[in-house]
């Protein structure tokens, strides 16, 4: 593990150095200089300490030998046998990080009665699907599908595993990536992938005011997290070859301290991540009454209305219909988008967009370096206008 190293003799100012920490994570004991528990290694102390006085020193651990870990692994989500579809996203995007460094594709779908699931699995192309069908894998309980996701880590031992961001992934993820003391990234954005098979990990951090780029090189498996609506679905396709291949698991370690009572299935809902058009409402909306003005104009469209971080905090609207790194991530075939700036946080639930259409009276607004169509205006003069136009056209 990195370190940094503090040469003492090279330290004159003990206030001055006291104060160069953002996160006071530079202490005097004894007369000595010191980090604590809160450095995070942003290494601010060595480009504004005294020369020569904190040194960054990597890690002489070797890690893990990479060339025992082979294989992209995507963990398939099965709820009553019934994928979710952020499976195949996932499937797609491992297919072109296997490409680019020569490894085969996996699947894992872990349930009870899968063989539906295995079949439409196998359509998206992976090279093998290993499936644990089990009774006492028909619910998810964190117990049991941790013992299955480790088998089958500890057995085949594929380099990366790509887990949807969902309520089930993001629970099984951390857990198992825990148990092989290798690193976990949460809510990636971007991935790819270098010759060393070492995993570039993009997101967002700091609440979306940077990019952070996260690699694990000394450990293995990569664990990453997508959120549904990063990727793209790819074509349907069968590999030559593709096999399936049933594994079994010890049922000592299937046993759970969980008993599921009883399966109430939700009502059905129209979610914003299915929607395939989207109006959007941001901080340009004077007052929640007006949110009714951008509603009539999603229903002329067929569409959903959306917000942004700020309306759901004034309590306009429901956290269910935020778009954003907090709220939830959209690719319709058109959003348009209504008084919101385009600040990171924002963008990054939905600048995969098909045709982004942005209103905004600030010529600067940052949502117009995204849009496909800008228009710089007033929306209380814009939207009315464009539901006027879409009226007389539906006549």
């Known amino acids: 593990m990195a ?14 150095v006291l104060n160069l920490c953002p996160f006071r994570a530079i202490e005097v004991n004894d007369g000595k200089v010191s980090l604590n528990a809160a450095c995070r290694m942003c290494r601010i102390c060595i480009k504004k300490g005294p020369p020569g006085a904190f040194e960054f020193v990597e890690s002489r651990d070797p ?12 963990v398939a989500e099965a709820t009553a046998g019934k994928l979710h579809p952020v499976s195949f996203e996932l499937l ?24 539906t699931a295995v079949e439409e699995l196998l359509d998206y192309g992976p090279d093998r699907v290993f499936v644990y069908d089990r009774p006492e894998l028909e619910h998810f309980r964190i117990e049991p599908y941790t013992a299955a996701l480790e088998d089958f880590i500890r057995t085949y031992q594929p380099s990366v595993l790509l887990v949807g961001g969902t309520t089930v992934g993001r629970s099984l993820a951390p857990r198992t990536a825990a148990r092989f003391r290798t690193g976990l ?10 010759p060393d098979t ?9 609440g979306g005011n940077i990019m952070a780029h996260i690699n694990t090189p000394r450990h293995r498996p990569q664990f990453a997290t997508v959120r549904y609506k ?15 291949v049933r594994r079994s698991v010890d049922p000592a370690k299937l046993v759970s301290g969980i008993n599921v009572l009883e399966v109430k299935p939700k009502p059905p809902v129209k979610m914003l991540e299915d929607a395939e058009i989207i109006v959007a409402a941001g901080r340009g909306i004077k007052k929640s009454e007006d949110l009714a003005m951008l509603q009539e104009l999603a229903d002329l469209l ?12 004034c309590g306009w609207a429901p956290a269910a219909r935020q778009i954003g790194l907090s709220g939830r991530t959209v690719k319709p075939k058109l959003i348009i988008t209504c008084g919101i700036s385009g600040a990171i946080q924002f963008a990054a639930g939905m600048n995969n967009s098909e045709f982004i259409v942005a209103i905004n009276s600030d010529p600067e607004a940052a949502i117009f370096k995204i849009a496909h169509v800008g228009i710089c205006g007033d929306l209380y003069e814009v939207v009315p206008r464009l539901i006027e136009r879409i009226r007389e056209n539906q006549k």
């Open 63 to 74: 890690g893990v030998d990479k060339t025992k870990w082979r294989g992209i692994a995507v």
């Open 198 to 206: 070492d995993l570039d990990q993009i997101r967002p951090a700091y």
């Open 92 to 115: 797609g995007k491992a297919r072109e990080l296997a490409d680019k460094t020569a490894q085969p594709v996996y699947a894992v779908v872990l349930g009870h009665r899968l063989d």
């Open 3 to 16: 370190e940094i190293i503090i040469h003492q003799e090279k330290i004159t100012d003990l206030d001055a």
């Open 302 to 313: 067929g569409g959903q209305l959306a917000t942004s971080r700020a309306l759901v905090e």
């Open 185 to 194: 990234t949460a809510d990636c954005t971007v991935l790819d992938i270098q």
């Open 230 to 244: 990063i990727f793209s679905i790819p074509e349907k396709g069968r590999r030559p070859g593709a096999e399936v």
